[in-house]
Structures are given as structure tokens and as C-alpha cells.
């Protein structure tokens, strides 16, 4: 009996992994912007998969604020989360916004995407990116423990048409691949212009408009297109994140029609 359950786990698992060698996205972070992205692209009939340093997907949904497990969402998104099949009540004293169960919302987004299609592999960071021909066009893998333990273990590749880094403040890995490539992202400055404090209003509105292919084939969302082109935190309001995992399917699904 025992070894039927090991054989189960690790020939689902493998196959799993191979048929994600190649992809239309790979994701890096499993926070808001990076979930709701690899749902639309799964729905969309694209092959996704999420690579998710922790152990758990949720990236910064689930502690809500200072973990009082709750968040709050502009009204706009109604539908959507309605959609998604997560409760909702409107605000005290504010008709623009709802609060949500953040346990809710962050196991939500991961069921629904991974029952459209995607694959989510936890416990795996993505400590680079492949380069070629001045186009990005994979990730570098490797266990969180491996590089926690600062072990010399060579990582695994996985191939893909595009990359979303979705990996939250401060936009680490564009950060080293702009440095580690010597290229210039498509900035002002042709680098990372780093996060700016707390403007609630400004961070939500500007979450959006960065939401961007930041060099060909690697995109940007969430708080790493923030600190890629210099805009403000908002706190735990996630209006920002959900438009711009929605903007960045968008994005990716063009791109992929023109390749
Ligand atoms: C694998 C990685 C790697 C890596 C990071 O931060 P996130 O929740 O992502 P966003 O940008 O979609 O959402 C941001 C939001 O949660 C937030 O922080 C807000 C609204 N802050 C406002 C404020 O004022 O503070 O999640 C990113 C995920 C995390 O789960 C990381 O563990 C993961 O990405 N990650 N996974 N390889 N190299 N880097």
C-alpha cells in the first residue's frame, strides 16, 4: 500500500512538471495579480503554469492587513468576484467599496485557476530568467530550500512564449535580469525606478497603467510593474492587483497572436 501512494504521487507529479516544460506563460508569484492573470489565461485555452516560492499561493491576499483577515475591493469588481464565487458586503460608510474574507479570496483564485487549466507548483522559486536573442523566453528554476540552504545545486529551465513577473514589491527578479542581461527595460530611465510610499488612490490608478511588457517577451503586474516604473503602494485594498492580472492576460494573449 505504501508504495502505491508514493508511485501515484510522484508519477502525477512528474507528468505534471513535464507537460509544463514548455509554455505560453510562465508566471512567477502566486500573489492577486498572478492568479487572476493565469485564470484568464488558462480560460482563454493557454497553457499557464505559476511558479510560487512559498509553500502556500496567495502571496500578500492572505494575511489581509496586519492580519486582520479581511480586504477591501473598489465596488467595480462586483461581477467579478461574483464570478469567482466570493462573498462580498459593502463597506461601512463608503458605497464605493466591499470587503472580503481574504482566506476567501486568496483560496478562490487558486481554486479557479487551477480548475481552468493552470498549473501552480509551490515550494519552487524562480531564480532567473532565459535570454535569447534579446527576447526573454523561459525561467530558471530551483526549490526554495535548495536557495535557502544557499546550496551549489544546479536549477532546471522551463521554456516559455512569455514570462509574467508577478512577484510583488520591489520587481526583484526584473531587477536582476536587467542587471545580470546589461539590457535596458522599456522605463524612463531604461532601469528599475523603485517603489514609491503610501498613496492609496494613485497606487490603485497607477497599478493599472503599469501593467506592461517592460522588455520583449517579459511582462510586469501587481506591485512588481509598481517598482519597475515608480509608483505608490496602496495598502491592503486589491483593486489595482485584480485589473492588472486581468490587463496582463490581455497583454500576454496579443503578444501571443503576433508570435
Ligand atoms: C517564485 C516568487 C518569486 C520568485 C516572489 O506580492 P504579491 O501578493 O503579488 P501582487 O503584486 O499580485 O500583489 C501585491 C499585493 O499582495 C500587495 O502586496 C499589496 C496590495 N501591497 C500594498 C502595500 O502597500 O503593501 O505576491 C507575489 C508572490 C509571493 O507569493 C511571493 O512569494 C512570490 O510572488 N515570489 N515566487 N519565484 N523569484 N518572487
Same mark, same amino acid.
Not at 480586504?71 to 462586483?78: A, D, R
Given at each position: 500500500?505504501?508504495?502505491?501512494?508514493?508511485?501515484?504521487?510522484?508519477?502525477?507529479?512528474?507528468?505534471?512538471?513535464?507537460?509544463?516544460?514548455?509554455?505560453?506563460?510562465?508566471?512567477?508569484?502566486?500573489?492577486?495579480?498572478?492568479?487572476?492573470?493565469?485564470?484568464?489565461?488558462? /480560460?482563454?485555452?493557454? *497553457?499557464?503554469?505559476?511558479?510560487? /516560492?512559498?509553500? *502556500?499561493?496567495?502571496? +500578500?491576499?492572505?494575511?489581509?492587513?496586519?492580519?486582520?483577515?479581511?480586504?477591501?475591493?473598489?465596488?467595480?469588481?462586483?461581477?467579478? %468576484?461574483?464570478? $469567482?464565487?466570493?462573498?462580498?458586503?459593502?463597506?461601512?460608510?463608503?458605497?464605493?467599496?466591499?470587503?472580503?474574507?481574504?482566506?476567501?479570496?486568496?483560496?478562490?483564485?487558486?481554486? =479557479? #485557476?487551477?480548475? #481552468? !487549466?493552470?498549473?501552480?507548483?509551490?515550494?519552487?522559486?524562480?531564480?532567473?530568467?532565459?535570454? *535569447?536573442?534579446?527576447?526573454?523566453?523561459?525561467?530558471?528554476?530551483?526549490?526554495?530550500?535548495?536557495? =535557502?540552504? !544557499? %546550496?551549489?545545486?544546479?536549477?532546471? @529551465?522551463? +521554456?516559455? /512564449?512569455?514570462?509574467?513577473?508577478?512577484?510583488?514589491?520591489?520587481?526583484?527578479?526584473?531587477?536582476?535580469?536587467?542587471?545580470?542581461?546589461?539590457?535596458?527595460?522599456?522605463?524612463?530611465? +531604461?532601469?528599475? $525606478?523603485?517603489?514609491?510610499?503610501?498613496?492609496?488612490?494613485?497606487?490603485?490608478?497607477?497599478?493599472?497603467?503599469?501593467?506592461?511588457?517592460?522588455?520583449?517577451?517579459?511582462?510586469?503586474? !501587481? $506591485? #512588481?510593474?509598481?517598482?519597475?516604473?515608480?509608483?505608490?503602494? @496602496?495598502?491592503?485594498?486589491? !483593486?489595482? @492587483?485584480?485589473?492588472?492580472?486581468? *490587463? #496582463?492576460?490581455?497583454?500576454?494573449?496579443?503578444?501571443?497572436?503576433?508570435?
Amino acid at each position: 500500500m505504501e508504495t502505491a501512494i508514493s508511485k501515484a504521487i510522484i508519477e502525477r507529479y512528474f507528468n505534471k512538471l513535464l507537460s509544463n516544460l514548455k509554455l505560453d506563460c510562465a508566471i512567477v508569484g502566486s500573489g492577486p495579480s498572478g492568479l487572476v492573470c493565469a485564470h484568464a489565461l488558462a /480560460k482563454a485555452g493557454r *497553457k499557464v503554469a505559476i511558479f510560487e /516560492k512559498r509553500l *502556500k499561493p496567495g502571496g +500578500g491576499i492572505t494575511g489581509g492587513a496586519m492580519l486582520f483577515n479581511e480586504i477591501v475591493l473598489p465596488e467595480s469588481l462586483s461581477d467579478f %468576484l461574483d464570478e $469567482m464565487g466570493i462573498r462580498h458586503s459593502p463597506a461601512p460608510d463608503n458605497s464605493e467599496f466591499l470587503v472580503c474574507d481574504s482566506i476567501e479570496v486568496s483560496s478562490a483564485f487558486t481554486y =479557479q #485557476a487551477v480548475h #481552468a !487549466g493552470a498549473s501552480i507548483f509551490n515550494g519552487i522559486s524562480v531564480e532567473d530568467l532565459i535570454y *535569447k536573442n534579446e527576447r526573454v523566453c523561459g525561467v530558471v528554476i530551483n526549490w526554495t530550500e535548495v536557495l =535557502q540552504n !544557499g %546550496l551549489h545545486v544546479d536549477p532546471l @529551465m522551463i +521554456g516559455a /512564449k512569455t514570462v509574467l513577473d508577478a512577484g510583488g514589491h520591489d520587481a526583484e527578479l526584473t531587477a536582476k535580469f536587467a542587471r545580470k542581461a546589461g539590457i535596458k527595460l522599456k522605463t524612463e530611465t +531604461g532601469g528599475i $525606478m523603485g517603489e514609491k510610499p503610501m498613496w492609496a488612490e494613485e497606487g490603485e490608478k497607477s497599478t493599472i497603467e503599469n501593467t506592461a511588457e517592460v522588455f520583449p517577451g517579459l511582462f510586469v503586474s !501587481g $506591485m #512588481a510593474a509598481n517598482g519597475v516604473y515608480g509608483s505608490f503602494r @496602496m495598502g491592503p485594498i486589491f !483593486g489595482g @492587483m485584480i485589473y492588472s492580472g486581468l *490587463k #496582463a492576460s490581455e497583454l500576454i494573449i496579443s503578444s501571443l497572436e503576433e508570435t
